[in-house]
């Protein structure tokens, strides 16, 4: 099995900058596409951005030119730098991983519990 664990997130004043952290924990596994999503309060889940182990970045329309993400392998973490923040993007932010399980011979989908960002003045 695998745990994502983010950190990070907090309470921030418009314009400001947060840095998100997602880290990879288990046993027997190697993490293939991860990515950020979030869910404001009385909205769907939606896309921030992913990234391929090769670092092919998609982002979502919204959040480009303000999010980067990236990630270090080695560290199977990946980050999510918030720039010029709006307090519309005040949302519960979720790291979500690909992970192949060597021991099981599959791919699975894992979430990790999520990280409050609160973006006001």
């Known amino acids: 099995q695998v745990q994502l664990v983010e950190s990070g997130g907090g309470l921030v004043q418009p314009g400001g900058s947060l840095r998100l952290s997602c880290a990879a924990s288990?046993?027997?596994?190697?993490?293939?596409?991860m990515g950020w999503y979030r869910r404001a309060p009385g909205k769907q889940r939606e896309l921030v951005a992913t990234?391929?182990?090769?670092?092919?970045?998609n982002y979502a329309d919204s959040m480009k030119g303000r999010f980067t993400i990236s990630r270090d392998n080695a560290r199977n973490t990946v980050y999510l730098q918030m720039n010029s923040l709006k307090p519309e993007d005040t949302a519960v932010y979720y790291c979500?991983?690909?992970?192949?399980?060597?021991?099981?011979?599959?791919?699975?989908?894992?979430w990790g519990q999520g990280t409050q960002v609160t973006v006001s003045s």
């Open positions: 979500n991983a690909d992970a192949w399980l060597s021991s099981m011979g599959y791919v699975r989908n894992y």
């Open positions: 288990g046993s027997s596994f190697s993490i293939n596409g």
């Open positions: 990234i391929t182990r090769g670092d092919s970045t």
